[in-house]
């Protein structure tokens, strides 16, 4: 299960050698690995590599984990950096310790191979999606601040490419175009193009009129105008403006420059807000299926267990039955040690059947494919 991106740089601090041989094993294929063994090292290298990405145990014997973390995450130029705390410490005290101070997540010793790979790949994905979203709004800033002059109409375009990536759902998105819409003396109607289309205006609720005008137009032309009307029609939002002031050239003008700014501002945070959701609802169906990974291993032990104890016991009182009637079948000495042997022999290999029967790689293969259909993008 390779990482989004194989140059990634990863920093392991943990003081047990052991520990460190086995995440190398693990992760050295996909990523550039650094390896410490206390706190004050993580420090040091943290300034020196800037990694992407910090594996760290909590109990070290210089400074613990948490207090590199909580350091880390004071410092500006490296608090960006996530965190997965690696542990032997499994109270929910200690999980609640480590989401504190910092923490992306929290992973207990012992731990396995793809739950760590499965949660390096979580947390980078969700990562690189902050740093994508957040290139997005420097952009869109960046643009805004290059056309923005002291006339307050192209203001209202910066203040609203500004506030969208801060929207945390389409209801708040929506709100925001109002109002922007509400600052240029726009009366409009919204609709976000879904295959369940949602609509937004000023009003209690969209005019009947207003909604048959989107739903036809809204996958044609970028700017539809009719009279005082201007449809501007983008991927994921369409907006009908229906009053514009078509009779003043200037201002229809430098409306319609601006209103596309904003269009398609709002268009780009449709997109990351979708990204979110997917991603979000993966996480959640990821952290249920490594739940019921433990559950169902835990339960073929047990089941493993009680059969074989059953299994020891079964056999036990069979050789004390056939012991019991040696005397009645008139066997020699001999034939009673050979006919013991045979007995104590089934015995064994009924025990060896039972150790090597807890064949258990097709439902890890199952398991590991279930995991991989609900990560993948």
Same mark, same amino acid.
């Given at each position: 299960?390779?990482?989004?991106?194989?140059?990634?740089?990863? &920093?392991?601090?943990?003081?047990?050698?052991?520990?460190?041989?086995?995440?190398?094993?693990?992760?050295?294929?996909?990523?550039? &690995?650094?390896?410490?063994?206390?706190?004050?090292?993580?420090?040091?290298?943290?300034?020196? @590599?800037?990694?992407?990405?910090?594996?760290?145990?909590?109990?070290?014997?210089?400074?613990?984990?948490?207090?590199?973390?909580?350091?880390?995450?004071?410092?500006?130029? @490296?608090?960006?950096?996530?965190?997965?705390?690696?542990?032997?410490?499994?109270?929910?005290?200690?999980?609640?310790?480590?989401?504190?101070?910092?923490?992306?997540?929290?992973?207990?010793?012992?731990?396995?191979?793809?739950?760590?790979?499965?949660?390096?790949?979580?947390?980078?994905?969700?990562?690189?999606?902050?740093?994508?979203?957040?290139?997005?709004?420097?952009?869109?800033?960046?643009?805004?601040?290059?056309?923005?002059?002291?006339?307050?109409?192209?203001?209202?375009?910066?203040?609203?490419?500004?506030?969208?990536?801060?929207?945390?759902?389409?209801?708040?998105?929506?709100?925001? &175009?109002?109002?922007?819409?509400?600052?240029?003396?726009?009366?409009?109607?919204?609709?976000?193009?879904?295959?369940?289309?949602? @609509?937004?205006?000023?009003?209690?609720?969209?005019?009947?009129?207003?909604?048959?005008?989107?739903?036809?137009?809204?996958?044609?032309?970028?700017?539809? @105008?009719?009279?005082?009307?201007?449809?501007?029609?983008?991927?994921?939002?369409?907006?009908?403006?229906?009053?514009?002031?078509?009779?003043?050239?200037?201002?229809?003008?430098?409306?319609?420059?601006?209103?596309?700014?904003?269009?398609?501002?709002?268009?780009?945070?449709?997109?990351?807000?979708?990204?979110?959701?997917?991603?979000?609802?993966?996480?959640?169906?990821?952290?249920?299926?490594?739940?019921?990974?433990?559950?169902?291993?835990?339960?073929?032990?047990?089941?493993?267990?009680?059969?074989?104890?059953?299994?020891?016991?079964?056999?036990?009182?069979?050789?004390?039955?056939?012991?019991?009637?040696?005397?009645?079948?008139?066997?020699?000495?001999?034939?009673?040690?050979?006919?013991?042997?045979?007995?104590?022999?089934?015995?064994?290999?009924?025990?060896?059947?039972?150790?090597?029967?807890?064949?258990?790689?097709?439902?890890?293969?199952?398991?590991?494919?279930?995991?991989?259909?609900?990560?993948?993008?």
């Amino acid at each position: 299960m390779p990482p989004s991106n194989d140059n990634k740089t990863l &920093l392991i601090v943990d003081d047990e050698p052991v520990n460190i041989l086995f995440l190398t094993e693990i992760l050295e294929e996909h990523f550039k &690995l650094i390896q410490v063994a206390d706190g004050k090292s993580a420090l040091s290298a943290i300034k020196e @590599y800037m990694p992407d990405l910090i594996l760290l145990d909590i109990v070290m014997p210089d400074i613990n984990g948490l207090e590199v973390c909580k350091i880390l995450k004071n410092e500006p130029d @490296y608090s960006h950096i996530p965190v997965i705390f690696l542990s032997a410490l499994d109270q929910i005290s200690d999980r609640i310790a480590g989401y504190n101070a910092g923490g992306e997540d929290y992973i207990s010793k012992p731990f396995s191979g793809l739950e760590v790979l499965t949660k390096i790949k979580m947390v980078l994905d969700k990562q690189q999606q902050y740093t994508d979203q957040k290139q997005l709004a420097d952009n869109n800033m960046q643009m805004a601040m290059t056309l923005m002059s002291q006339n307050g109409e192209t203001g209202q375009v910066l203040h609203f490419l500004k506030d969208s990536f801060l929207s945390k759902n389409i209801d708040e998105l929506c709100q925001l &175009l109002l109002n922007t819409c509400s600052a240029y003396e726009l009366k409009v109607a919204i609709r976000i193009n879904t295959n369940t289309p949602q @609509y937004y205006t000023h009003d209690e609720s969209i005019k009947k009129l207003d909604q048959q005008i989107l739903d036809m137009l809204h996958a044609r032309e970028r700017l539809i @105008y009719f009279e005082n009307r201007c449809l501007v029609n983008f991927p994921h939002i369409s907006l009908l403006i229906k009053n514009m002031p078509v009779h003043d050239d200037d201002k229809n003008g430098r409306l319609k420059d601006n209103i596309a700014l904003v269009m398609e501002g709002a268009d780009a945070r449709m997109i990351s807000l979708q990204n979110e959701s997917k991603l979000s609802a993966r996480e959640e169906g990821l952290a249920k299926m490594l739940s019921a990974t433990k559950t169902m291993l835990n339960e073929i032990n047990d089941n493993f267990e009680s059969n074989a104890q059953k299994n020891t016991e079964i056999m036990t009182q069979l050789a004390k039955q056939i012991e019991w009637n040696f005397v009645q079948l008139g066997l020699s000495d001999e034939q009673e040690v050979a006919l013991s042997e045979i007995v104590e022999k089934a015995i064994n290999d009924s025990s060896s059947l039972y150790q090597s029967g807890l064949h258990i790689d097709d439902k890890l293969d199952k398991l590991t494919a279930e995991l991989a259909a609900i990560i993948k993008p």
